[in-house]
């Protein structure tokens, strides 16, 4: 079974820009999540989708959003992009209570 | 919310010796993980552990849930060990809280 795939790998924008992030969950897991990891904050909870409806949401501002599509594959943006939103992104799927799965990340850049 | 505090921060071991990882988490949860993060980024699932006592090689993990607090050991500990250790723990199934990790560094 393949993993969790994340695209791309690396990204760099510059302030002010959009940004979207894809992630492609197990195949047969329809919770897809998102954290991001800072050197300052850690691994912080953005939000989880399950059948394409947003279950879970973090505290981030609303320039963080998300969406899952029918094929439990998600997205997400964030606009008005800030230096401080540059942070490695990891996506995880899951099925039901079982682990976490994460797939190798998305670092962006915004400078 | 859940609050997950992971000791101790930062641990330097000669290969071949052991060393215990703790996670303290605030609340009852029903999902607890431990992961390895490599230096790549990536986030290694080693144990999915909310109760009991699991092994896999030469690591194990211990959760006493009535206690809210976690283990993880690593025996004869290898170079390849080195990286960070994190603990994540949920109430619920979509969100998990991540502890601060603790560092691990084995020297040859």
């Known amino acids: 079974k393949a993993g969790v795939t994340q695209t791309p790998r690396y990204l760099i924008k510059t302030r002010g820009q959009q940004v979207t992030l894809s992630c492609s969950p197990i195949s047969g897991h329809r919770s897809v999540s998102w954290y991001q990891q800072t050197p300052g904050q850690g691994l912080q909870f953005l939000f989880e989708y399950f059948s394409e409806t947003q279950r879970n949401k973090g505290n981030f501002p609303g320039r963080f959003s998300g969406r899952q599509f029918s094929n439990s594959r998600s997205e997400m943006n964030v606009s008005t992009l800030e230096l401080g939103d540059s942070a490695l992104y990891l996506c995880?799927?899951?099925?039901?209570?079982?682990?976490?799965?994460f797939g190798n990340g998305t670092r962006l850049t915004v400078t | 919310g859940i609050q997950v505090e992971q000791s101790p921060p930062d641990l330097i071991l000669q290969e071949g010796a052991n060393s215990t990882l703790r996670c303290n988490f605030s609340d009852s949860v029903n999902n607890l993980q431990w992961f390895h993060q490599n230096p790549w980024g990536q986030l290694i699932n080693l144990f999915y552990i909310p109760s009991g006592t699991k092994q896999n090689g030469r690591l194990s993990a211990t959760t006493v849930a009535t206690e809210r607090y976690s283990l993880l050991y690593i025996s004869s500990s290898q170079t390849t060990d080195s990286g960070v250790y994190f603990c994540a723990v949920a109430a619920n199934a979509g969100k998990s809280t991540f502890g601060d990790g603790t560092t691990l560094t084995v020297k040859p």
């Open positions: 995880a799927s899951r099925t039901g209570d079982s682990p976490l799965h």
